[in-house]
């Protein structure tokens, strides 16, 4: 099986990161995307981000309708810092072709993540560039990990979009129109339990 894991805090999923998980695993031929809410995020304020469960729930919400995609508790159970390594071991399995998808700016600071040479060892790197500019930063990137460490990357010819979590939670806090940018249940969801208020 080809799988890719795609981890992130998703607070909350919204619709670039389920089109981008989409066009992966159409442009590499992936037969799952495995969505893997974060616990605690190394490397970034935490503090704003909604309970586990939540952003679990959402992901669910947001995967229903698409066969390739799933979701994994993995590091919700495991608690404590969500390393990426560990995520990788416990996927780990000799019948799977792993693959990890990056966003451009995750992809620059791979070298200060934890463990990273596990990483590099066991996965292809999907990066997803926002633009023309990301591409060519990730390119250069890539050349000095693959000449270090001898990581295998491959570059996404489309970009991953300008939509974030915190464009998201921002507009709904100022009671803005976020439809366009989540999923429908996602958005009922957060409305139901006054998230991001």
Request: overall charge negative.
């Given at each position: 099986?080809?799988?890719?894991?795609?981890?992130?805090?998703?607070?909350?999923?919204?619709?670039?990161?389920?089109?981008?998980?989409?066009?992966?695993?159409?442009?590499?031929?992936?037969?799952?995307?495995?969505?893997?809410?974060?616990?605690?995020?190394?490397?970034?304020?935490?503090?704003?981000?909604?309970?586990?469960?939540?952003?679990?729930?959402?992901?669910?919400?947001?995967?229903?309708?698409?066969?390739?995609?799933?979701?994994?508790?993995?590091?919700?159970?495991?608690?404590?810092?969500?390393?990426?390594?560990?995520?990788?071991?416990?996927?780990?399995?000799?019948?799977?072709?792993?693959?990890?998808?990056?966003?451009?700016?995750?992809?620059?600071?791979?070298?200060?993540?934890?463990?990273?040479?596990?990483?590099?060892?066991?996965?292809?790197?999907?990066?997803?560039?926002?633009?023309?500019?990301?591409?060519?930063?990730?390119?250069?990137?890539?050349?000095?990990?693959?000449?270090?460490?001898?990581?295998?990357?491959?570059?996404?010819?489309?970009g991953i979009g300008a939509l974030s979590s915190t464009i998201v939670r921002e507009g709904i806090a100022a009671g803005a129109d976020v439809s366009s940018m989540i999923d429908s249940r996602v958005l009922e969801y957060i409305k139901e339990h006054d998230l991001y208020?």
């Amino acid at each position: 099986m080809r799988r890719a894991i795609y981890g992130g805090s998703f607070n909350p999923v919204h619709n670039d990161h389920i089109r981008l998980a989409l066009r992966f695993a159409e442009q590499f031929e992936l037969d799952r995307v495995t969505l893997i809410p974060t616990y605690i995020t190394p490397l970034k304020n935490n503090t704003k981000i909604v309970d586990g469960i939540h952003r679990y729930n959402m992901c669910v919400l947001a995967a229903e309708d698409h066969p390739t995609l799933e979701v994994s508790d993995i590091e919700l159970r495991r608690k404590g810092e969500s390393y990426t390594s560990d995520t990788i071991a416990q996927f780990k399995n000799d019948e799977d072709t792993l693959f990890l998808i990056v966003g451009a700016d995750m992809y620059m600071t791979l070298d200060k993540w934890h463990d990273f040479r596990y990483i590099f060892d066991n996965v292809t790197i999907l990066a997803a560039p926002r633009d023309e500019l990301d591409y060519i930063s990730l390119e250069e990137k890539y050349d000095e990990y693959k000449a270090k460490y001898g990581c295998r990357t491959i570059i996404a010819s489309h970009g991953i979009g300008a939509l974030s979590s915190t464009i998201v939670r921002e507009g709904i806090a100022a009671g803005a129109d976020v439809s366009s940018m989540i999923d429908s249940r996602v958005l009922e969801y957060i409305k139901e339990h006054d998230l991001y208020r």
